[in-house]
């Protein structure tokens, strides 16, 4: 049930002490670059061999979900731009407790996925240097990203417009060679017709839904544009345009990307899932130096990820605690930038490193299935949050209403219920079925501890 607080006590413009460094290009350039991500890269692999060419029914139907989710969320942030996003829209919309336990959720999320893109990448790096220690990588890796966000935001806005726009080139240049294969004109290949599509379904239905999971979970880091957005020249305008654009962008690097590679290689190629579909594909069509070329792309997107995830995990934090939601060390600011929220991310994202190699077994494993979730989790908050939202602006300041969700109330109604199918699928797998039980407890715990701070602060 809404909270009559958050309806009469909306949040705190937090994002008002912030600084405004991060220019539209920038902007433009992460929300473009934002949903190519190692998961993409590689763990799309496991997707297909799962899923065979129907991978691409799977990426089509999740993504048609993302688009969703990013409305709404463009919507709501456009009109209330906040370096808390979606958590403060929910604590906004729903109370207190809500935006405590999406805003935390996210970044214990977004401080341990630093940590495993920071492992990720010095395994690269050390694959090219044998012998060098991977945590001495990872601490290199940590130390330039965590310099960078503390000294000013348009830091991580130029790494980030770099980092995205190799990105964009590699995956680019990919699909271009890719189409040229496919249609038979590019020098020694030939056309592969419909020959890798025959067996469509090779698992049946349990193989797509698979796939389906597998899908869902690769577009993470959507949220970062709306993050940043806070810190822009124009906020409003930034986020408009990067929602505008996201239907192309999912369609063009997810849809279409998947569509080459199972058209290009079998399905079943062990190279898919040893090497990942992009290395497989390009050593299909006999590209040399492929496996060196994509490493290096895979490793561009690893430092894009950690690099974004300090600085959504630093706003975040900060946010929450400008609303009175945490302990106040973390909102000291420091010319426009929250450094002890960037420091606090960064050691958190190295402790993570440490476990994964002392713990691995069951401290880091139970870490790892306690965010498996969190993502879903932040959906259905936007999509509460929007649900309530929308009608309180239609009625109060319409004028806000820059972007419109699309066929409201109807299509919010279905977001969710393609939300709570997912989670009945991951129900039904065992090891999804571990991460739903681990996600639904940190959250359930933490919406607790929450509503409890609320009517604490109600009676007072």
């Known amino acids: ?25 920038h902007l433009s350039m992460i929300a473009l ?62 109370g207190p407790w809500a935006g405590f336990a999406a805003g935390w959720s996210f970044w214990v999320l977004l401080c341990t996925a630093v940590g495993l893109e920071g492992i990720g990448a010095a395994h690269i790096v050390s694959g090219w240097l044998p012998g060098t220690p991977e945590w001495a990588w990872v601490a290199l890796f940590m130390v330039v990203f965590c310099g960078t966000n503390l000294a000013a935001v348009k830091n991580f806005g130029e790494f980030e417009f770099w980092f995205a726009a190799l990105k964009v080139g590699a995956i680019s240049l990919f699909l271009i060679l890719g189409v040229l294969a496919i249609a038979g004109v590019l020098p020694g290949t030939d056309a592969p017709g419909a020959s890798n599509l025959t067996d469509f379904m090779p698992h049946g239905t349990q193989g797509l839904l698979v796939g389906l999971l597998a899908s869902v979970f690769a577009y993470g880091g959507l949220e970062t544009v709306t993050i940043a957005a806070a810190e822009s020249e124009d906020p409003v305008r930034g986020v408009a345009s990067a929602v505008r654009t996201a239907m192309w962008r999912i369609a063009l690097f997810y849809i279409g990307s998947m569509a080459v590679v199972v058209t290009l290689v079998p399905w079943n190629a062990k190279e898919v899932v040893e090497k990942g579909p992009y290395v497989a594909a390009l050593d299909h069509l006999g ?11 895979v490793l561009v ?46 050691v958190l994202g190295f402790v993570c490193v440490t ?22 989790v932040v959906w259905i908050f936007i999509a509460v949050s929007q649900l309530l939202l929308r009608h309180r602006m239609e009625r109060e300041s319409p004028d806000k209403l820059v972007i419109r969700m699309w066929a409201f109330p109807w299509l919010t109604w279905v977001a969710l219920a393609g939300m709570a199918t997912i989670f009945v699928l991951m129900a039904r797998e065992a090891d999804t079925r571990v991460q739903l039980l681990s996600t639904g407890g940190m959250t359930l715990f933490l919406a607790a501890v929450g509503y409890v701070r609320q009517r604490a602060r109600a009676r007072h």
Request: glycine share 12%; net charge positive; charged share 10%.
């Open 287 to 297: 590209i040399p130096g492929a496996g060196q070329l994509m490493n290096v792309v």
């Open 1 to 25: 049930m809404p909270s009559t607080t958050s309806t009469e006590t909306p949040p705190k413009q937090e994002s008002a002490s912030l600084s405004h460094g991060l220019k539209q290009r």
């Open 301 to 346: 997107a690893l430092l894009s990820a950690m690099n974004a995830n300090i600085y959504g995990s630093s706003r975040i934090a900060y946010s929450l605690v400008e609303r009175g939601q945490g302990p106040k060390a973390l909102a000291k600011l420091s010319g426009g930038v929250p450094r002890t929220a960037v420091l606090t991310s960064c």
């Open 33 to 94: 670059g934002g949903v190519i991500g190692a998961g993409l890269f590689v763990g799309s692999g496991a997707g297909i061999a799962a899923a065979g060419p129907s991978i691409v029914i799977a990426y089509t139907l999740s993504g048609l979900l993302v688009m969703l989710v990013m409305r709404m969320l463009g919507e709501m942030s456009a009109a209330y731009p906040s370096s808390g996003s979606f958590s403060a829209h929910a604590e906004r919309a729903i």
């Open 355 to 376: 476990l994964s190699h002392w713990r691995p077994d069951d401290v880091f494993k139970w870490l790892l299935n306690m965010i498996g979730a969190v993502i879903l």
